[in-house]
T-cell receptor, first 113, second 114 residues
Framework: DAKTTQPNSMESNEEEPVHLPCNHSTISGTDYIHWYRQLPSQGPEYVIHGLTSNVNNRMASLAIAEDRKSSTLILHRATLRDAAVYYC??????????????FGKGTHLIIQP | SAVISQKPSRDICQRGTSLTIQCQVD?????MFWYRQQPGQSLTLIATANQGSEATYESGFVIDKFPISRPNLTFSTLTVSNMSPEDSSIYLC???????????FGSGTRLTVV
């Protein structure tokens, strides 16, 4: 699996935007970029995913570099409930059976009130 | 997306015993996955369970230690056998997603072996 690199931790203030970076320089053409987050004492939660174009949903936005070697998860207005570990994961899609996800260490996001 | 009910949510077990963890999905899914999350660490994939075939285990995990059942498209179990304190972890199940959505995870089973 292609590897992703994320900062170990980031800190932001409540009600401000947060930009979480992810580098994936060895991404292949069929790899989707997935983001998950894990709140304390919970299982991971799907946030957003994309292939080439920027994506928006009710939780966040995903900005993908033109060469796809990096991406940024954007939380438009952070709340205390957004404090979690955020994982950037590449998921290949061959159209056949799915593979399990390979989790890196993720970014521990701290939100200050 | 699917909803997963995982139980037990936590347990404290004696070394040498076994614990079976159950995951029930509210819809039929092709693949289910089992993960381990050791204290302070990220998730590690244990095995993939496809209904109607034997589970596929990742390097470092063996069927004798972590037998898995997948009797139908909505249910799977993971057994942690002959437990030792090193097995103390959170165990999570997951279903796969489609091209349009992500994977869904259970809430996890926090296992403590004493």
């Amino acid at each position: 699996d292609a590897k992703t690199t994320q900062p170990n931790s980031m800190e932001s203030n409540e009600e401000e935007p947060v930009h979480l970076p992810c580098n994936h320089s060895t991404i292949s053409g069929t790899d989707y970029i997935h983001w998950y987050r894990q709140l304390p004492s919970q299982g991971p939660e799907y946030v957003i995913h994309g292939l080439t174009s920027n994506v928006n949903n009710r939780m966040a936005s995903l900005a993908i570099a033109e060469d796809r070697k990096s991406s940024t998860l954007i939380l438009h207005r952070a709340t205390l409930r957004d404090a979690a570990v955020y994982y950037c994961i590449l998921r290949g899609w061959s159209g056949g059976g799915a593979d399990g996800l390979t989790f890196g260490k993720g970014t521990h996001l701290i939100i200050q009130p | 997306s699917a909803v997963i009910s995982q139980k037990p949510s936590r347990d404290i077990c004696q070394r040498g015993t076994s614990l079976t963890i159950q995951c029930q999905v509210d819809s039929q899914v092709t693949m289910m996955f089992w993960y381990r999350q050791q204290p302070g660490q990220s998730l590690t994939l244990i095995a993939t369970a496809n209904q109607g075939s034997e589970a596929t285990y990742e390097s470092g995990f063996v069927i004798d230690k972590f037998p898995i059942s997948r009797p139908n498209l909505t249910f799977s179990t993971l057994t942690v056998s002959n437990m030792s304190p090193e097995d103390s972890s959170i165990y999570l199940c997951s279903t796969d997603g489609t091209v349009w959505d992500g994977y869904t995870f259970g809430s996890g089973t926090r296992l403590t072996v004493v």
